[in-house]
T-cell receptor
Framework: GQSLEQPSEVTAVEGAIVQINCTYQ??????LSWYQQHDGGAPTFLSYNALDGLEETGRFSSFLSRSDSYGYLLLQELQMKDSASYFC?????????FGPGTRLSVLP | SAVISQKPSRDICQRGTSLTIQCQVDSQVTMMFWYRQQPGQSLTLIATANQGSEATYESGFVIDKFPISRPNLTFSTLTVSNMSPEDSSIYLCSALTSGQLKPYEQYFGPGTRLTVT
């Protein structure tokens, strides 16, 4: 079977750093993606890790450890506009299996 | 990058009827997918739309209920057939590129919000 776990909710203040974890158990694994989705909006791509290590894109970084079946999304210098849901997704062959999502609330 | 449009953006339908959702991508893409998402929930893959052949359905979804077409590399349709209130959801079209700069970046359409009464 396929299962991904994420914290359901995370709260942080503006300017802080927050880490959203994702653990997975899947029959196949080619890479881990992260998506952001604002209420009423479409998911938008943030990052993709196929290899172990840290990928940095501006204020966002994503980490993968394939041996631990674990990854995280790191958001730095939080802004109010970062309040959204964040989904990790495992690429299993040509398909993607999405995690349950983490709702991030950024407080002033 | 790819920009995806969907029609309709929302609809309210009576049970027993069918609705066809259209998805148009502004560039040729390698893969197209259809997802379902309940508000506040995760995305569930319905099927992969294959160009020129039958769609590949995930467990729990069947062609008779969710027929899919993909006549070319930029367009796909999803039909929700014989609808019941349990089909009320947001339906999302997505496309996958395999460009060198951002491999396997998946783009999503704005979604179709379906309510079945």
């Amino acid at each position: 079977g396929q299962s991904l776990e994420q914290p359901s909710e995370v709260t942080a203040v503006e300017g802080a750093i927050v880490q959203i974890n994702c653990t997975y158990q899947t029959s196949g694994f080619y890479g881990l993606s992260w998506y952001q989705q604002h209420d009423g909006g479409a998911p938008t791509f943030l990052s993709y890790n196929a290899l172990d290590g840290l990928e940095e894109t501006g204020r966002f970084s994503s980490f993968l450890s394939r041996s631990d079946s674990y990854g995280y999304l790191l958001l730095q210098e939080l802004q109010m506009k970062d309040s959204a849901s964040y989904f990790c997704a495992v690429r299993d062959g040509q398909n993607f299996v999405f995690g349950p999502g983490t709702r991030l609330s950024v407080l002033p | 990058s790819a920009v995806i449009s969907q029609k309709p953006s929302r609809d309210i339908c009576q049970r027993g009827t069918s609705l066809t959702i259209q998805c148009q991508v502004d560039s040729q893409v390698t893969m197209m997918f259809w997802y379902r998402q309940q508000p506040g929930q995760s995305l569930t893959l319905i099927a992969t739309a294959n160009q020129g052949s039958e769609a590949t359905y995930e467990s729990g979804f069947v062609i008779d209920k969710f027929p899919i077409s993909r006549p070319n590399l930029t367009f796909s349709t999803l039909t929700v057939s014989n609808m019941s209130p349990e089909d009320s959801s947001i339906y999302l079209c997505s496309a996958l590129t395999s460009g060198q700069l951002k491999p396997y970046e998946q783009y999503f359409g704005p979604g179709t919000r379906l309510t079945v009464t």
